[in-house]
C-alpha cells in the first residue's frame, strides 16, 4: 500500500522488549475533502494512521511533525476494547520505504538510509514549469 500524509508528531524510538532491536514509531494524517452531489458544502475527513518502521532508527529525527511524506508497506487493523469498555480502531501500517517530500529537513530514505539531499518530486510529464504538460 502507497499513502502520502503529514506526520502528527515527531518520531519516537523505542527498544523491543528482549531484543537488541529499535522500532521507530510515528502517526500520519491522510486529508480527504469532497462535496457531495447537489451539496454547497464540502465536506472534510482525517484519517489517522499509526505507522512502525523497523529498518532504522536513523530516521527518526527527519520524521517531525508536519513532514509530507510517502510511505509503502502493509496496511493492518488492531481493534481493542479500551479502559472506559469502548471498542476502538486502528489503522496501522508497517512502513518499508520512506520518501520525505517537505518538511525542515528535505531528503529521500531508502530501506534505512537516511541524508539531507535535497530532492524535488515531480510528477511524470511535469518539466517542473508548473504546466502539466
Known amino acids: 500500500m502507497e499513502i502520502t500524509a503529514r506526520v502528527t508528531g515527531d518520531a519516537t524510538v523505542k527498544p523491543v522488549k528482549n531484543s537488541d532491536k529499535e522500532v521507530v514509531n510515528f502517526s500520519v494524517a ?3 475533502s469532497y462535496r457531495s452531489k447537489g451539496a454547497t458544502e464540502i465536506t472534510r475527513k482525517v484519517v489517522f494512521v499509526e505507522c512502525d518502521y523497523w529498518f532504522s532508527k536513523g530516521i527518526a529525527p527527519f520524521l517531525t511533525k508536519g513532514t509530507m511524506v510517502q510511505l509503502f508497506g502493509y496496511p493492518e487493523i488492531d481493534a481493542y476494547v479500551n479502559k472506559k469498555g469502548y471498542p476502538v480502531g ?3 501500517l508497517h512502513v518499508q520505504h520512506i520518501e ?3 518538511g525542515a529537513n528535505k531528503g529521500i530514505a531508502e530501506e534505512g538510509e537516511a541524508t539531507e539531499e535535497t530532492t524535488e518530486t515531480v510528477p511524470a510529464g511535469d518539466k517542473g514549469d508548473g504546466l502539466p504538460f
Open 100 to 102: 520525505l517530500i517537505s
Open 90 to 92: 486502528v489503522f496501522r
Open 30 to 32: 491522510i486529508n480527504h
